[in-house]
């Protein structure tokens, strides 16, 4: 039995796209769900366009509709893949183990609550930091704590904007999220994996 796979997101879904592409039959795991708190997420659609069902939540603070969503399509870990609301705790506890978020920096630094998008890559620049990357972890009730499982690092260059990291970083995000879920797969579990070094031009 493949392990089902729910994705939660709030925006253009490219790290949906990662996994519906990455999760090959083989894989050992599939998307059956795509949420959002947004009917306008793009994700949604591209869900959509491969068969996969995609809800939006009527209200993303009821953990009562969460895991009747979820429940509904049997879903063995959840996947936060850009997805910028709390999620409600009562759902955290009963995923725990189980629910992981990709974040587009090497936490612990330059995460937390409004750290995302364009600030976690301007704070990144202007840190000074020669190296930035992505990270998956865990999902706790405090914004991006919880062990990390796996991280991607990239080079920042010396004419890097925000945009041109972000860029660098999100390709990494691509070939790290669907690694961690294959090794889920493979593993019938979470697992941590070895820091990947990612080599761009
Ligand atoms: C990614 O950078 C992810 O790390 C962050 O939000 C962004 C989502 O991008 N949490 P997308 O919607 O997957 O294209």
């Known amino acids: 039995m ?17 996994l519906l592409d990455g999760l090959g039959p083989d894989s050992g795991a599939e998307v059956v769900l795509v949420l959002s708190n947004r009917p306008g997420a793009g994700g949604l659609d591209r869900a959509r366009a491969v068969g996969v069902p995609a809800e939006v939540l009527e209200n993303h603070a009821d953990a009562g509709e969460w895991l009747r969503r979820l429940g509904e399509h049997s879903v063995d870990l959840v996947v936060l893949a850009g997805y910028l609301k709390l999620v409600p705790p009562q759902v955290i506890a009963r995923y725990r183990g189980r629910i992981i978020n990709i974040h587009p920096s090497l936490l612990p630094d330059f995460g937390g609550p409004g750290m995302y998008g364009h600030q976690v890559h301007a704070a990144v620049l202007a840190s000074g930091r020669q190296e930035s990357g992505a990270t998956v972890h865990l999902v706790e009730e405090e914004y991006d704590r919880g062990p990390i499982l796996a991280q991607a690092r990239v080079p920042v260059r010396p004419d890097d904007t925000p945009e041109t990291l972000a860029a660098r970083v999100l390709a990494a995000e691509h070939r790290l999220l669907p690694a961690v879920v294959r090794a889920a797969a493979a593993r019938g579990q979470l697992v941590p994996l070895p820091v990947f070094k990612e080599h761009l031009p």
């Open 2 to 18: 493949p392990m089902r796979v729910a994705v939660c997101v709030s925006g253009e879904g490219s790290n949906l796209q990662a």
